[in-house]
């Protein structure tokens, strides 16, 4: 089967540093992605490792270790507009996205 | 906005009820995913079609069932309508048959009473 883990919720203030780990049990693992969603809205693209490392897009960045079965996003110099619900997803070898479960960031002033 | 409509926004009906929620995919994507995400739950894959075929399924019920049409569009059935049932459902689109990067329609939030 499969399963994801990430934590329920993180609160940091403006202009911090939040990480959000992701740890996975998967069959066929292709690759960890992140999406951001708002209360009510959609879910959205965030970023995608396939291979091991770091990959940074402006103020996130995402990490990947395969040998670990573990990931990371960072959100940097968070601003109050990342309040918002962030989940990692497992892409199996049927191509399927396996969501975890999200993790509630708060922003605070 | 993604791209992808979802019709309606918004569903009041009774339990024992069917309903069609419709989808429409960004143009040119051939992939179509339905998830279901009840309250303060993660989203739940349902079912995938390609360019027309059953693709994936996820924890489907029987009484759901789905399908995608020659315009790429796609609707999803849920008949026998329960309490439980009343989440909001989510249907994204990618141009691939296995992508990691979906755009996720608004959704359609159903409410069984």
């Known amino acids: 089967g499969q399963s994801l883990e990430q934590p329920s919720e993180v609160t940091a203030v403006e202009g911090a540093i939040v990480q959000i780990n992701c740890t996975y049990q998967t069959s066929g693992f292709y690759g960890l992605s992140w999406y951001q969603q708002h209360d009510g809205g959609a879910p959205t693209f965030l970023s995608y490792?396939?291979?091991?490392g770091l990959e940074e897009t402006g103020r996130f960045s995402s990490f990947l270790s395969r040998s670990d079965s573990y990931g990371y996003l960072l959100l940097q110099e968070l601003q109050m507009k990342d309040s918002a619900s962030y989940f990692c997803?497992?892409?199996?070898?049927?191509?399927?996205?396996?969501f975890g479960a999200g993790t509630q960031v708060v922003v605070t002033p | 906005d993604s791209g992808v409509t979802q019709t309606p926004k918004h569903l009041i009906t009774a339990t024992g009820q069917r309903v069609t929620l419709r989808c429409s995919p960004r143009?040119?994507?051939?992939?179509v995913y339905w998830y279901q995400q009840s309250l303060d739950q993660g989203l739940q894959f349902l079912i995938q079609?390609?360019?027309?075929?059953?693709?994936a399924k996820g924890n489907i019920l029987e009484r759901f069932s789905a399908q995608q049409f020659p315009d790429l569009h796609s609707e999803l059935n849920l008949s026998s309508l329960e309490l439980g049932d009343s989440a909001l459902y989510f249907c994204?689109?990618?141009?691939?048959?296995?992508?990691?990067?979906?755009?996720f329609g608004p959704g359609t939030r159903l409410t069984v009473t």
């Open positions: 994204a689109s990618s141009v691939e048959q296995e992508a990691y990067e979906q755009y």
């Open positions: 143009s040119g994507d051939l992939s």
């Open positions: 079609y390609y360019n027309g075929e059953e693709r």
């Open positions: 997803a497992v892409t199996d070898s049927w191509g399927k996205l396996q």
């Open positions: 490792n396939a291979l091991d």
